[in-house]
């Protein structure tokens, strides 16, 4: 099977990712879940509202990547393209349009299983905060992590991001989790389908690449599971639970 290359500069040529030596995993308490292209059937959150306004980042994420701009630059362009007779919109505006956004299949199931054999499970995602909060409230997930945008005080956006996930750096994300929970590395699950992923992989017990299409994402996995249902991540899951 012939895997996708990168459209983009490869954002790991601007840091290095040494993979951490867990202990031996012989039972999984919690399990992380990127949200875009996981847990939902879109490639992005960011993506899904630039295709509603026709208009692309494309520019900015290029210069992301070669750490010309930071997270929330990147966050303040995103928004700045987001607009409505050339003027700002309001933040019912982006619910509205994520609105249409599908549940991963499988993804209830899943859960439920989880939940049912008492290990935890959060959202890192860099995604928006507005659609994560929602998906995990469908899915009864216990824990989120995403950016949020700030608004003024007629509630429209004004180009302000809080940054909760950065998304070159995940690993952060899980390393604070950790603490926060008092559950060990080597006992968490990440779950990713993108190279943005891969540092969340690197501290993590156990890494499932779900249905990635990007090799280098697929290497750097524990495990490989094909195909849009995230109920084939189970038996992955199973024989540490």
């Given at each position: 099977?012939?895997?996708k290359?990168?459209?983009f500069?490869?954002?790991r040529?601007?840091r290095?990712?040494?993979?951490?030596?867990?202990?031996k995993?012989?039972?999984?308490?919690?399990?992380?879940f990127?949200?875009?292209?996981?847990l939902?059937?879109?490639?992005?959150?960011?993506?899904?509202?630039?295709d509603?306004?026709?208009?692309?980042?494309?520019?900015?994420?290029?210069?992301?990547?070669?750490?010309?701009?930071?997270?929330?630059?990147?966050?303040?362009r995103?928004?700045?393209?987001?607009?409505?007779n050339?003027?700002p919109?309001?933040?019912?505006i982006?619910?509205?349009?994520?609105?249409?956004?599908?549940l991963?299949k499988?993804?209830?199931?899943?859960?439920?299983?989880?939940?049912?054999?008492?290990?935890?499970?959060?959202?890192v995602?860099?995604g928006?905060d507005?659609l994560?909060?929602y998906?995990?409230d469908?899915?009864?997930?216990?824990?989120v992590?995403?950016?949020?945008l700030?608004?003024?005080?007629?509630?429209?956006?004004?180009?302000e991001?809080?940054?909760?996930?950065?998304?070159?750096?995940?690993?952060?994300?899980?390393k604070?989790?950790?603490?926060?929970?008092?559950?060990?590395?080597?006992?968490?699950?990440?779950?990713?389908?993108?190279?943005?992923d891969i540092?969340?992989?690197?501290?993590?017990?156990?890494?499932?690449?779900?249905?990635?299409?990007?090799?280098?994402?697929?290497?750097?996995?524990?495990?490989?599971?094909?195909?849009?249902?995230?109920g084939?991540i189970?038996p992955?899951l199973?024989?540490?639970?």
């Amino acid at each position: 099977m012939n895997q996708k290359k990168c459209r983009f500069y490869c954002y790991r040529n601007t840091r290095d990712l040494t993979r951490i030596d867990n202990d031996k995993l012989d039972k999984i308490k919690l399990v992380v879940f990127d949200m875009d292209g996981v847990l939902v059937d879109a490639v992005s959150s960011w993506k899904y509202i630039h295709d509603y306004f026709n208009t692309s980042n494309e520019k900015s994420v290029d210069d992301y990547l070669h750490g010309k701009i930071d997270d929330l630059e990147f966050i303040r362009r995103d928004v700045e393209l987001w607009k409505i007779n050339g003027k700002p919109i309001k933040m019912d505006i982006l619910e509205e349009i994520l609105s249409d956004v599908p549940l991963m299949k499988g993804a209830e199931d899943c859960i439920v299983f989880l939940k049912k054999n008492g290990v935890k499970t959060a959202i890192v995602s860099a995604g928006l905060d507005i659609l994560a909060k929602y998906v995990a409230d469908e899915l009864d997930i216990d824990y989120v992590y995403a950016n949020g945008l700030k608004t003024d005080e007629q509630g429209y956006l004004n180009g302000e991001g809080i940054l909760g996930v950065k998304l070159m750096y995940k690993d952060q994300t899980v390393k604070s989790i950790s603490e926060k929970l008092n559950i060990p590395l080597g006992c968490i699950a990440a779950v990713g389908n993108s190279c943005f992923d891969i540092p969340m992989f690197t501290v993590s017990g156990l890494s499932i690449a779900f249905n990635s299409e990007d090799g280098c994402t697929r290497e750097a996995a524990n495990y490989v599971v094909e195909g849009k249902d995230l109920g084939n991540i189970l038996p992955c899951l199973k024989g540490y639970i």
